[in-house]
């Protein structure tokens, strides 16, 4: 039984509440276009999609991400840094803190999900407005992308969602690349199988239609690691296993073949320091080219402050959820991995 509390704004209301100005719309057709050159191969550079594991503080977030714009400009003529914006949080138990979306203030108790749509456009309209930079966030909630089509240039989709049939059918119809993750078992398989049904055309029903889409040629993997049967982690990102996978996203005949290595998660075992030996071991082997070429990037969990604590906590810039690299940290790796390019 399903108890109705309140019709929720509709994303065409959103957008008019929060708007995404001419400026805007510009700053992002041409941050989607720079994307797809990179995951096509026509751009050499690399994508850094870098922040907070789940964006829980407005302007904490938005100072994190003025500080990438400014290392961003540093950077880009080996780099285009993309902020991380995550504001849905996937829970292995259903409880704790369930992103922005859900709830916009992490401290509350209660639930006002309008509220949190209104507030994550904010947020990210705002980011966009005072760095000049789009983001990437997460298609937990299918249903709940049309609130963001317009303003993101990354959607990623997550290992518990990407053996869905809904999160493969939708990703099949956005216009930006989607980047899927491994599923939390590891399967090479299902991640190709994932792709492949979002690059080719479907047919199917989405918010009260039936709809037509062409196929996602951007779609691309994201490798993660994975856990086993006995709850260890096992990395996926050294050159055998990017090099296996290769050889079968290769053998698939799929379009664009691109990896984006995840540093954290259960490559790093979840402990985020880590990041920065793997992330330098990443670009320590792109010195081959097979692995070159389809490694496209990395994907890493960095906030302002190092670490994380509980929900309740109320240091600035530090993660509710998981653990992250602080902005220090961050700052460093990134100068370098520019100079080992």
Known sequence: MFEQIKKV??????????????????IKNKRDEELKAIIDGRDKRKVIIIGPCSADN?????????????????????FMLMPRIYTNKPRTKGEGYKGMMHSPDPHSKSTDIESGILHLRHMHVRAIRESGLTAADEMLYPDNLDYMLDILSYIAVGARSSENQQHRLVASGIDVPVGIKNPMNGSFSVTLN??????????????????????????????RGSVNVHGNNIPNYHYEDVMRFHDLYIGQNLANPSVIIDTNHSNSGKNPYEQVRIAKEIFENMKYKDFDSIVKGLLIESYIADGNQSVDGCEYGKSVTDACLGWEKSEALIRTLAEAI
């Not at 407005?58 to 080996?78: H, M, S």
């Not at 690059?199 to 691309?220: M, S």
Request: avoid cysteine; aromatic fraction near 8%.
């Open 9 to 26: 704004i509709s994303a065409e209301d959103a957008a008019k509440k929060i708007p995404m100005t001419e400026d805007l719309v510009r």
């Open 58 to 78: 407005e302007d904490a977030v938005i100072d994190y991400v003025v500080r990438l714009a400014k290392l961003a400009e540093e950077v880009k003529d080996k």
């Open 194 to 223: 994932s792709i492949y049904a979002a690059q080719i055309p479907n047919e199917f029903k989405y918010g009260g239609y039936q709809v037509k889409t062409n196929g996602n040629k951007y779609a691309h993997a994201v490798l």
